[in-house]
Nanobody
Framework: QEQFVESGGDLVQPGGSLRLSCVAS????????MAWYRQAPGKSRDLVAR???????DYAESVKGRFTISRDNAKNTMYLQMNSLKPEDTAVYYC?????????WGQGTQVTVSS
């Protein structure tokens, strides 16, 4: 079965940076579009950034210009570089398939932006 393990979340001050990592298994990682999602308490899980198998990227308007998604297919790993963090970025961040219907979800990694 597909598995996703997220890491890198932390408590950071507004304006700070974090780099999240996602290790995927159980899927043909290199041929799938992948994405980062996030969910804040009481809110829906929303797509944050998506990357194609070839490296093209799309971003939610709220993070455009601040976040950068990337992938290393040799490591079955995806990354999210998060800069200029804002309190509204606080959420649990998840990785999963970006276009195919997500099935299994990992535990996510908590990002808290607070002074």
């Amino acid at each position: 079965q597909e598995q996703f393990v997220e890491s890198g979340g932390d408590l950071v001050q507004p304006g700070g940076s974090l780099r999240l990592s996602c290790v995927a298994s159980g899927i043909a990682f290199s041929i799938y579009s992948m994405a980062w999602y996030r969910q804040a308490p009481g809110k829906s899980r929303d797509l944050v950034a998506r990357i194609t198998s070839g490296g093209g990227a799309d971003y939610a308007e709220s993070v455009k210009g601040r976040f950068t998604i990337s992938r290393d297919n040799a490591k079955n790993t995806m990354y999210l570089q998060m800069n200029s963090l804002k309190p509204e970025d606080t959420a649990v961040y998840y990785c999963n398939k970006g276009r195919s219907q997500p099935g299994y979800w990992g535990q996510g990694t908590q990002v808290t932006v607070s002074s």
